[in-house]
């Protein structure tokens, strides 16, 4: 069984920055991709990045690429996203996701199979 927990989220005015944390709990569950996604009121949830534990690649969807990071630190077992100059577009419930092995695409959703619970972010004008 695995267990996710974000934390970090709260209310910022537009751009500020914020950092997100998700602490994993795993047990015999391989870690092959860590993402994040968000969902805003009346949408859909959206990739937002990702995280190949292994060696570190990301992939960012367009909406962030340039102002969002995801690292990881592998000893404490935690994913992060840095967000930076955040606009009220980016105000959502922001979820942080394990992908157990390399099929499928990495900002694909239904390629993770364990998902926290979800932080809010509120981004203001």
């Known amino acids: 069984q695995v267990q996710l927990v974000e934390f970090g989220g709260g209310s910022v005015q537009s751009g500020e920055s914020l950092r997100l944390s998700c602490s994993i709990a795993?047990?015999?569950?391989?870690?092959?991709?860590m993402g994040w996604f968000r969902q805003a009121p009346g949408k859909e949830r959206e990739f937002v990045g990702s995280?190949?534990?292994?060696?570190?690649?990301?992939t960012y969807a367009d909406s962030v690429k340039g102002r969002f990071r995801v690292s990881r630190d592998i000893a404490a077992r935690r994913v992060n996203l840095q967000m930076n100059s955040l606009k009220p577009e980016d105000t959502a419930v922001y979820y942080c996701?394990?992908?157990?092995?390399?099929?499928?695409?990495?900002?694909?959703?239904?390629?993770?199979?364990?998902w926290g619970r979800g932080t809010q972010v509120t981004v203001t004008s």
């Open positions: 995280i190949r534990w292994r060696d570190g690649t990301t």
């Open positions: 996701a394990l992908k157990p092995a390399f099929d499928g695409s990495d900002d694909d959703q239904k390629q993770y199979s364990y």
């Open positions: 795993e047990r015999a569950t391989t870690i092959y991709n």
